[in-house]
């Protein structure tokens, strides 16, 4: 198992490196991390499919992720306790028809704040493939089909809309899902804009909503987008806010205005994006990192999952203190 795990994560993400090479405006600033006594506060089992993919935060720290390979929904406490949620049901076929990448998996998570989980689920299947919801307690449930042709990734939770939104990395497009929809809803195309499409492996990826818009990264083209929200809840224009970031994956804000955290997945690199769209890093595979997947930001503390997709090494979650102050040339 863990042997057809590591090349078959080594073939992905060595496909996302190259579609992302060619970008070459805006390049990574590199820098010594400015992040103090960054820590290993878990470590996952690669031959149990435990590459983590997504985060999302309980009010006491606890981090829900989502283990791709393994199909399941997990927390992990900052001691580094690890508890599975939820495992979902492989597809008849295994997976072997998923858009891309060959294999089921868990990938965008997002908690509202009664405790319910959101979490996303590709299969390559239409029994299977979609938005899934599970409450406190509960079992796991799947709210609204997706297409099977697709590939749903990014995942974030507008409670004051009322709204999820959806990144589809493989159909360039974001669907969005009403947070009262009952089993078996069917999605809405928010935007189909250009710019969210591949360029031959992976779009549009990770989803954030600040500022009114709704920012995204597109992984293909090293980008970080913003999409503001119009008068009628429906998307304006796309905006470019940042290129050149090789192999993008998930990221969140510091809370200084526009100011980002992303990961870029090959490089082993957690980079900071200033409002201007250049970038400097702030970790590298030296503080641990392995293939960072996505982080967040809680209480002056920023989490790092690694999913060592390539390294098939050590997939784990780092932490560290996340006053962001200059960075040290």
Known sequence: MREKLTALAYTVTAAAMTAVTALTASPVVAATGPLAKPR?????????????????????????????????????????VTRVLATLLAPADGGVHTPVLGFALTTGIARAH??????????????????WRLRPGGTPQRVAALPADGLPNGLVLDEHRG???????????????????????????????????????????????????????????????????????????????????????????????????????????????????????????ADGLQNPTSLALRRGTLYVLSAAYTTATDPNLLLAPASIGRSRR
């Open 40 to 80: 290993i506060a878990a470590h996952f089992d690669l031959a149990r499919g435990q590459m983590p993919e997504n985060i999302a935060l309980e009010p006491d720290g606890t981090a829900d992720v989502t283990f791709a390979a393994a199909r399941q929904v997990a927390s992990v406490s900052t001691a580094g």
């Open 114 to 131: 009664d405790g319910t989980l959101y979490f996303l689920y590709a299969t390559g299947t239409s029994d299977l493939t979609g938005l």
């Open 163 to 285: 709204r999820l939104y959806i990144a589809d990395s493989v159909l360039g497009k974001i669907y969005t899902v009403s947070t009262k929809a009952s089993t078996g809803s069917e999605p809405a195309t928010w935007s189909a804009a250009p710019d969210l499409s591949s360029t031959g492996f992976l779009g549009v990826n990770g989803l954030k909503i600040h500022d009114n818009a709704l920012w995204a990264t597109n992984l293909d083209r090293g980008t970080v987008l913003r999409i503001p929200f119009g008068p009628d809840g429906g998307p304006v224009p796309v905006r470019i806010r940042a290129t050149g970031l090789t192999g993008i994956d998930d990221f969140a804000f510091t809370g200084r205005g526009d100011e980002i955290l992303a990961a870029l997945n090959g490089p082993d690199t957690v980079v900071r994006i200033r409002r201007d769209g250049t970038s400097t890093t702030v970790l590298t595979a």
